[in-house]
């Protein structure tokens, strides 16, 4: 039962560097989001996806892209990397709307330097 | 704007029983949701209100009341293993998710 997976787990940026952060899902969930977790801070959302093909802008989307190619992968881009975009990234996904509960990956610890 | 209102962090005895609180003032209700989530992990369900009331499930309980916009996590008989963050989300009239920053649970013994 992988769930949600997310890579990479960990990684140290440059300023200026590229940067995708790769979901995948194995439920057959419709709805994937990106959030980011900052200390003191509740989870905020930065883009979602209702399903294939389809993305959306959350809260905090600036300086972030993403793509939904295939129903069980949301990827999640940087590009230029800030040092303001250092957070732990997380992953969810739910099979419909946000009745439902949403499932976690494990998290992506970023540091931009 | 939108605001959801939890303590920043509590402390408890094992054993004892636990009250977190969360207050919410958003633009419309659709359901309110609790997680818990350990330190260097991700936030795992844990119960899901919509109508007023209590809802049990084992040690956890969950309190809705819409009116006055508050919903408590009620934790009994606390184990070390509950020492953990509890974040509050409440889905808005937009079916949005609206999150509190979480109350960090410490448990002693």
């Known amino acids: 039962n992988a769930g949600v997976t997310q890579t990479p787990k960990f990684r140290v940026l440059k300023t200026g560097q590229s940067m995708t952060l790769l979901c995948a899902q194995d439920?057959?969930?419709?709805?994937m989001y990106w959030y980011r977790q900052d200390p003191g801070m509740g989870l905020r959302l930065i883009h979602y996806?209702?399903?294939?093909?389809?993305?959306a802008k959350g809260e905090v989307p600036d300086g972030y892209n993403v793509s939904r190619l295939k129903k069980q992968n949301f990827l999640l881009g940087l590009e230029p990397a800030a040092p303001s975009q250092t957070s732990v990234y997380f992953c969810?996904?739910?099979?419909?709307?946000?009745?439902?509960?949403?499932?976690f990956g494990d998290g992506t610890r970023l540091s931009i330097l | 704007g939108q605001n959801i209102d939890q303590p920043t962090e509590m402390t408890a005895t094992e054993g004892a029983i636990v009250q977190i609180n969360c207050t919410y003032q958003?633009?419309?209700?659709?359901?309110l949701f609790w997680y818990q989530q350990h330190a260097g992990e991700a936030p795992t369900f844990l119960s899901y209100n919509v109508l007023d009331g209590l809802e049990e499930k084992g040690r956890f309980s969950s309190f809705l009341s819409r009116s006055k916009g508050y919903s408590y996590l009620l934790l009994k008989e606390l184990q070390m293993k509950d020492s953990a963050s509890y974040l509050c989300a409440v889905v808005d009239s937009n079916y949005q998710l609206i999150w509190g920053a979480g109350t960090k649970l410490i448990i002693k013994p």
């Open positions: 439920m057959n969930h419709e709805y």
């Open positions: 969810a996904s739910t099979y419909g709307d946000n009745y439902q509960p949403q499932h």
């Open positions: 958003t633009s419309g209700f659709n359901g």
């Open positions: 996806s209702v399903g294939e093909g389809t993305t």
